[in-house]
C-alpha cells in the first residue's frame, strides 16, 4: 500500500512510518519543516513539504496522488494556543479530507484524542480548545463519503509498546503507549470492518489485531494472551 500521513514528523507517526515501512509499504509523511526530512528517512519513509496550515487543496491533491490511505496524526503540539489547535487539529484534518476527496483516495484514519465527545470536561481553556478541535475535526470527516476510521487514543505515553490493548467505542479514561498506537493504526488500515467506527484506545488485555477484529464485529475485546 501507498500510504500518505499527515504529522509525519510526529512521535505516532515516525513509530507508523517504521512499521509500515519494515512490512513493505510505501510511505509518504508530509513535513512543514525541511530539516525534519532526515527523521521521516531514517524511519523508511519519504518526506513531502507542505504546512498545511497555509497550504490549499490544489497543492496537497499531488502528493496523495496514488495513495491507498491517509492518516492524520498532526498535532499542534504542547505550549501552542487555541487559535493553532484550530487551525492544525481541526483545519488541516479538513484539508486533508478535502484533498483525499480530490484525489480519489477513500480511506481516512483520524487520531483524535479521548475526550473529544465532551470537551467541556477539559481543565484549562487550551486544553478545551484542542478537544473542540478535535471534535469538530471528528464532525467534518464523518459526514464525508470517505471510508473513514476515527481512534482516539487515551493519555499518550513513551512507554515500550505491550501489544496489549483495549478498544472500544467507550473504554474508561487511561493511558496507552505511542508505540500501541501506531501498531493500533496499522491494524486498523488493514480491517476494512472498522469502517465508519470510532473507537477509543488505552492498554488493556487484548492483542491488538484481535482487538480490532473484535471491533470491526461490534464485539467487545476478548482477543487476550489466553487467545494464543
Same mark, same amino acid.
Request: aromatic share 2%; proline share 4%.
Given at each position: 500500500?501507498?500510504?500518505?500521513?499527515?504529522?509525519?514528523?510526529?512521535?505516532?507517526?515516525? #513509530?507508523?512510518? #517504521?512499521?509500515?515501512? %519494515? #512490512?513493505?509499504?510505501?510511505?509518504?509523511?508530509?513535513?512543514?519543516?525541511?530539516?525534519?526530512?532526515?527523521?521521516?528517512?531514517?524511519?523508511?519513509?519519504?518526506?513531502?513539504?507542505?504546512?498545511?496550515?497555509?497550504?490549499?487543496?490544489?497543492?496537497?491533491?499531488?502528493?496523495?496522488?496514488?495513495?491507498?490511505?491517509?492518516?492524520?496524526?498532526?498535532?499542534?503540539?504542547?505550549?501552542?494556543?487555541?487559535?493553532?489547535?484550530?487551525?492544525?487539529?481541526?483545519?488541516?484534518?479538513?484539508?486533508?479530507?478535502?484533498?483525499?476527496?480530490?484525489?480519489?483516495?477513500?480511506?481516512?484514519?483520524?487520531?483524535?484524542?479521548?475526550?473529544?465527545?465532551?470537551?467541556?470536561?477539559?481543565?484549562? !481553556?487550551?486544553?478545551?480548545?484542542?478537544? %473542540?478541535?478535535?471534535?469538530?475535526?471528528?464532525?467534518?470527516?464523518?459526514?464525508?463519503?470517505?471510508?473513514?476510521?476515527?481512534? #482516539? *487514543?487515551?493519555?499518550?505515553?513513551?512507554? *515500550?509498546?505491550?501489544?496489549?490493548?483495549?478498544?472500544?467505542?467507550?473504554?474508561?479514561?487511561?493511558?496507552?503507549?505511542?508505540?500501541?498506537?501506531?501498531?493500533?493504526?496499522?491494524?486498523?488500515?488493514?480491517?476494512?470492518?472498522?469502517?465508519?467506527?470510532?473507537? %477509543?484506545?488505552?492498554?488493556? %488485555? !487484548?492483542?491488538?489485531?484481535?482487538?480490532?477484529?473484535?471491533?470491526?464485529?461490534?464485539?467487545?475485546?476478548?482477543?487476550?494472551?489466553?487467545?494464543?
Amino acid at each position: 500500500m501507498r500510504i500518505v500521513i499527515a504529522g509525519g514528523h510526529g512521535q505516532i507517526a515516525l #513509530r507508523l512510518t #517504521r512499521l509500515l515501512h %519494515e #512490512r513493505g509499504d510505501e510511505v509518504v509523511g508530509l513535513v512543514r519543516n525541511p530539516a525534519h526530512i532526515g527523521d521521516v528517512e531514517h524511519a523508511g519513509g519519504q518526506a513531502a513539504v507542505i504546512d498545511l496550515e497555509h497550504a490549499d487543496v490544489g497543492e496537497l491533491v499531488p502528493v496523495l496522488d496514488g495513495a491507498d490511505a491517509v492518516v492524520f496524526a498532526a498535532g499542534a503540539g504542547p505550549g501552542s494556543g487555541a487559535a493553532r489547535k484550530d487551525s492544525v487539529d481541526r483545519g488541516a484534518a479538513v484539508l486533508l479530507a478535502d484533498a483525499a476527496e480530490g484525489a480519489g483516495v477513500s480511506r481516512y484514519v483520524l487520531v483524535s484524542s479521548m475526550g473529544a465527545d465532551d470537551p467541556t470536561q477539559a481543565d484549562d !481553556d487550551v486544553f478545551r480548545a484542542y478537544l %473542540e478541535a478535535k471534535a469538530a475535526a471528528e464532525d467534518d470527516v464523518r459526514a464525508r463519503d470517505l471510508d473513514w476510521t476515527v481512534l #482516539r *487514543p487515551g493519555g499518550l505515553t513513551d512507554e *515500550p509498546g505491550t501489544g496489549l490493548v483495549r478498544l472500544e467505542p467507550r473504554v474508561e479514561r487511561g493511558s496507552v503507549s505511542r508505540d500501541d498506537v501506531a501498531r493500533t493504526v496499522v491494524a486498523l488500515l488493514d480491517e476494512a470492518a472498522t469502517v465508519g467506527l470510532t473507537l %477509543e484506545l488505552v492498554a488493556g %488485555e !487484548d492483542l491488538i489485531d484481535a482487538a480490532v477484529q473484535a471491533a470491526g464485529r461490534g464485539e467487545p475485546g476478548d482477543g487476550g494472551l489466553d487467545a494464543l
